[in-house]
């Protein structure tokens, strides 16, 4: 008998998420994955486990063939049979055996292979002769197929040097945006597969394609350059149309298309999009094309979504600026393009929409685009109703200025939200509304930077695929999003760029003419193919990065020689700690060395774990052993015998902490070194891009988790959430983007999307929601929640590779309530928090009510010390007010730096401390508030400090 309450999903290839037919995959053998949950009526037995599966594969003109295999493993499990060969489909379902029960067969799901090799190519790249150049209106290339019999299939295979958007007989042949997308385009250039069935017809058909500039030619970096990729536009075309007779129709580019001028007058990817309406209707004169060179053998399948159109938002408001200017408030800061309807203007009438993140005095704030135009305008042809949208440009923003429109109405207005189309995984909440608005200020930065590859930014004359960003935060991307298949084209391309000397290019695909060994930024070629690999289990992907790994550490190893110390030469190091000078974000307070030392460790480790893993155990001894060697340095050279890092930074205390850099006596001294540091900062953030995504695991880790919340819930500048409290819908590439009076910083580097300081996300997910990878691909789950006082619940949601995990937990009446899920296939180590020891569970939905083990607040009493009195946060926020009523501190930090020397004072101190010894006014009022605090009926004289 089946076991009917749970049947297998369709299985999945590789990393592909879309819905429907997998078309042009480049695997010729592509692994399946697959998940088990229960039914709606009923729910899987306690002791159900996948012992076995069976896959019936349907190969095309072929009859099914069955594999049954004996193993419990159900995501990227091996390709049964032969491999695919090009063009070729396969139709695939999957049961799986509990015991000597099987479940019910899976839905199918079907992939097929796109041009395997360069011999399946018959078209060439042309290019147009006479127009399309620089500075000239965007082409069209145009070819015609007759079909002599009704279609029974058809494929179109396509890519560009440049933008390429297809129509077949007048329609679109996808949804898909800016195909090809971005790769490192001399080693790497994906092709595009669509299915065109139902776009033909018997008789001819005609294949007109528009081509932009994109990433090959328009702007790209902010050293002005154009034409990065070459000076000319080309495509290349293939499709394949097999008729009912069985014969098969081939259009491909070559001599004989013909290009003429579109209507988009310019288009860049910086600058926005110009477009005459007028030119749409006209009979355009139509000239040759030429074959142009194009390497066949860089041809890649894409690997990850495409982007699209993932969203569209109403407009909240429109308004009049100071000026008079039209502008529309869309209420989110977003990556797209606005979409307008007009109508009853005159022919040549121009209507001109300006793009900006934010607002100064009232008016657009276009100073932090630096030369990025971010405007698109058009030239309508006449009074009729029509839709104004751009197609080969995009722009980051949250606001837009309309010039041309009297009396526009919001409901004419949209904006369209534009990225790779990832599938959402991940979610957090809490009992704090600001703390939840932040977590969606990390998902909208990773949304609009991750537009066919991780960029820092999506607005100025940048948006550069910046190799430490995505570093530090791709845990958070993980977590949030299905980036395998993202991140691994990505990777693809850090390997193809990265120097022959194993030096990592600051920005992939490198576009930069300077790059040079940088810790933290060239150490993405370790640290994200790690993430993936904990996150998705994928071996296969660690197999073809080990080379890159190992050249990246073999380089860096060579630079610290013998003494096994990174020193000297270039580092960005704590990028933008927020004591930097607007003008120079890599004078952070850590010591670049720290850093650098710090991250060969770190990355040593990684190989050796990897190559572990992969069967290569010589490998792993040697850089198991350059580790232990590197970690032994960095003790020696950084560490004091009394648990202190050199530069005593949070950032240095947090990378020894996290990346056991020091020995286990010293930890507990560095740990409360580091939340005295955090204490001296007025709970403050003093992290940069390294030291973040770290501090907050640092304190939880040796004991100082009240210290980690109130860091977390700071609304004060810098912090996490002061950005939301100033209206932001997206993380700031600077803690403080915006003053707190409303003017932007001064620093010619200031983005309002960056996603690089969200990477705490990770630990809330990890630690205050409590859901953590314990085995790679969540085989096994980590429940290991740590609730504070600052938050009433909190919980997360991931769809792992087996089904969706989820943890919450609630304080009320003195109970804790946790609650969990774990899918099937896995199982769970649940730490109920205040209980002696951890349970493992299975399947299923779990449920725990224990007293609730949140420490009260502490008391303070007269025997408290100035640590105790900033402990205490209801009498600390008394104590700092009345430090700034009585003119002695101007803030917060103030306070806090003055005490940070007499941390292990009587609270008494605080008042001589902050009046240099009662020399300055105001030290009775601040008597008169501590002796309160303290409980005694008056202030006492404080001791001399």
């Known amino acids: 008998m089946p076991l009917t309450a749970a049947t297998p999903t369709p299985p999945r290839f590789e990393h592909h998420t879309g819905a429907g037919p997998v078309l042009g995959t480049g695997a010729r053998a592509p692994r399946l994955s697959w998940q088990l949950s229960p039914t709606e009526s009923a729910e899987l037995p306690p002791d159900f486990r996948q012992d076995g599966y069976e896959i019936e594969m349907t190969r095309a003109g072929q009859s099914p063939q069955r594999f049954r295999v004996d193993s419990p493993d159900q995501v990227l499990v091996p390709w049964p049979g032969p491999p695919l060969t090009s063009r070729e489909s396969a139709t695939v379902r999957v049961r799986v055996r509990s015991g000597e029960t099987w479940t019910d067969w899976s839905d199918p799901a079907t992939v097929e292979t796109g041009l395997l090799a360069p011999a399946d190519w018959r078209a060439r790249f042309v290019s147009p002769q006479g127009i399309g150049g620089l500075d000239r209106p965007a082409p069209i290339l145009r070819g015609t197929l007759t079909v002599p019999a009704e279609v029974v299939r058809a494929r179109l295979y396509a890519t560009a040097h440049g933008c390429y958007r297809a129509e077949l007989n007048g329609q679109p042949v996808t949804d898909e945006v800016l195909a090809p997308g971005w790769t490192s385009y001399r080693h790497r250039l994906r092709y595009q597969t669509y299915d065109v069935t139902g776009l033909l017809r018997p008789g001819d058909n005609?294949?007109?394609?528009?081509?932009?500039?994109?990433?090959?030619?328009g702007r790209l970096g902010f050293l002005g350059e154009r034409a990065r990729y070459g000076d000319r536009l080309a495509l290349l075309a293939q499709l394949e149309v097999t008729t009912a007779d069985g014969a098969v129709h081939v259009l491909a580019t070559d001599g004989s298309w013909t290009a003429y001028e579109s209507e988009v007058l310019a288009d860049d990817l910086y600058d926005g999009q110009r477009t005459d309406l007028r030119l749409a209707t006209r009979t355009a004169p139509e000239g040759p094309v030429e074959e142009v060179p194009g390497d066949l053998d860089a041809l890649v399948a894409p690997e990850g979504p495409p982007v699209r159109v993932t969203q569209t938002l109403p407009a909240e408001q429109v308004f009049r600026s100071p000026s008079g200017a039209t502008l529309v408030d869309f209420g989110q800061n977003l990556v797209g393009w606005v979409r307008l309807r007009v109508r009853g203007h005159q022919s040549g009438h121009e209507i001109v929409v300006r793009h900006a993140e934010v607002l100064e005095d009232g008016e657009l704030g276009v100073r932090p685009l630096r030369t990025a135009r971010a405007t698109d305008s058009y030239l309508l042809a006449g009074p009729d109703e029509v839709v104004l949208e751009p197609t080969l440009t995009c722009h980051g923003f949250r606001y837009a200025e309309v010039i041309g429109v009297t009396e526009l109405s919001a409901d004419d207005i949209t904006a369209v939200v534009l990225g790779s189309d990832l599938r959402r995984t991940g979610w957090f909440e809490s009992s704090e509304p600001l703390l939840d608005r932040f977590h969606e200020n990390v998902v909208w930065s990773a949304r609009g930077n991750f537009l066919d590859l991780p960029t820092d930014c999506p607005q100025r004359d940048e948006r550069l695929g910046w190799t430490g960003d995505i570093q530090v935060f791709s845990?958070?991307?993980?977590?949030?999003?299905?980036?395998?298949?993202?991140?691994?084209?990505?990777?693809?391309?850090?390997?193809?760029?990265?120097?022959?000397?194993?030096?990592?290019?600051?920005?992939?695909?490198?576009?930069?003419?300077?790059?040079?060994?940088?810790?933290?930024?060239?150490?993405?070629?370790?640290?994200?193919?790690?993430?993936?690999?904990?996150?998705?289990?994928?071996?296969?992907?660690?197999?073809?990065?080990?080379?890159?790994?190992?050249?990246?550490?073999?380089?860096?190893?060579?630079?610290?020689?013998?003494?096994?110390?990174?020193?000297?030469?270039?580092?960005?190091?704590?990028?933008?700690?927020?004591?930097?000078?607007?003008?120079?974000?890599?004078?952070?307070?850590?010591?670049?060395?720290?850093?650098?030392?710090?991250?060969?460790a770190r990355s040593a480790s990684i190989v050796a774990e990897a190559a572990e893993l992969l069967g290569e155990p010589d490998v792993a001894a040697r850089y198991a052993e350059l580790a232990a060697e590197v970690r032994e340095a960095f003790v020696a050279e950084y560490l004091t015998p009394g648990g202190r890092v050199l530069s005593d930074t949070p950032t240095a205390y947090a990378l020894a902490l996290v990346w056991d850099l020091m020995p286990q006596a010293l930890r507990a001294r560095a740990g409360a070194r580091l939340a005295d540091l955090v204490r001296r900062a007025g709970f403050r953030i003093s992290t940069g891009f390294v030291g973040t995504p770290l501090v907050a695991d640092a304190l939880t880790d040796?004991?100082?988790?009240?210290?980690?919340?109130?860091?977390?819930?700071?609304?004060?500048?810098?912090?996490?959430?002061?950005?939301?409290?100033?209206?932001?819908?997206?993380?700031?590439?600077?803690?403080?983007?915006?003053?707190?009076?409303?003017?932007?910083?001064?620093?010619?580097?200031?983005?309002?999307?960056?996603?690089?300081?969200?990477?705490?996300?990770?630990?809330?997910?990890?630690?205050?929601?409590?859901?953590?990878?314990?085995?790679?691909?969540?085989?096994?789950?980590?429940?290991?929640?740590?609730?504070?006082?600052?938050?009433?619940?909190?919980?997360?949601?991931?769809?792992?590779?087996?089904?969706?995990?989820?943890?919450?937990?609630?304080?009320?009446?003195?109970?804790?309530?946790?609650?969990?899920?774990?899918?099937?296939?896995?199982?769970?180590?649940?730490?109920?928090?205040?209980?002696?020891?951890?349970?493992?569970?299975?399947?299923?939905?779990?449920?725990?009510?224990?007293?609730?083990?949140?420490?009260?607040?502490?008391?303070?009493?007269?025997?408290?010390t100035v640590r105790d009195l900033m402990d205490h946060e209801p009498g600390w926020t008394q104590f700092v007010a009345a430090a700034v009523a009585a003119g002695v501190a101007t803030d917060e930090p103030g306070v806090a730096a003055a005490l940070g020397r007499y941390l292990d004072r009587p609270a008494e101190a605080a008042v001589a401390a902050l009046t240099w010894g009662g020399g300055r006014p105001g030290g009775e009022a601040l008597r008169d508030c501590l002796g309160q605090l303290l409980g005694s009926a008056e202030g006492e004289d404080a001791p001399a400090a």
């Open 206 to 217: 005609q294949l007109a394609v528009l081509l932009g500039n994109g990433w090959h030619r």
């Open 475 to 600: 845990p958070s991307a993980s977590f949030l999003f299905d980036a395998a298949g993202f991140l691994s084209s990505w990777l693809a391309d850090l390997a193809a760029d990265q120097y022959p000397d194993g030096t990592v290019p600051f920005v992939v695909p490198d576009i930069l003419p300077f790059s040079q060994p940088a810790a933290a930024w060239g150490d993405a070629a370790t640290i994200v193919p790690w993430q993936l690999y904990q996150r998705t289990g994928d071996l296969g992907l660690l197999a073809r990065q080990l080379p890159s790994m190992r050249a990246w550490v073999d380089r860096v190893a060579a630079l610290a020689g013998p003494r096994r110390v990174w020193a000297g030469g270039f580092q960005f190091g704590d990028w933008l700690d927020p004591t930097a000078p607007p003008d120079a974000p890599f004078q952070a307070r850590t010591d670049p060395d720290v850093i650098a030392t710090a991250h060969l």
């Open 702 to 864: 040796t004991g100082h988790v009240d210290v980690a919340y109130r860091l977390l819930a700071q609304t004060g500048c810098p912090s996490w959430l002061y950005p939301v409290t100033m209206g932001a819908t997206t993380v700031w590439e600077r803690w403080d983007s915006m003053l707190p009076d409303g003017s932007i910083n001064p620093g010619e580097m200031t983005s309002f999307n960056h996603y690089a300081l969200g990477a705490v996300a990770d630990w809330l997910h990890r630690r205050v929601a409590g859901l953590a990878p314990a085995a790679s691909g969540y085989r096994e789950l980590l429940v290991r929640p740590v609730p504070g006082r600052w938050l009433q619940s909190a919980g997360a949601r991931h769809l792992t590779p087996y089904g969706e995990a989820a943890v919450d937990w609630e304080r009320g009446d003195g109970q804790l309530t946790l609650r969990v899920r774990v899918p099937v296939g896995t199982h769970a180590t649940v730490h109920v928090p205040g209980a002696p020891d951890p349970v493992r569970v299975g399947h299923g939905a779990h449920e725990w009510r224990v007293a609730d083990p949140t420490p009260a607040a502490p008391a303070l009493s007269s025997a408290a």
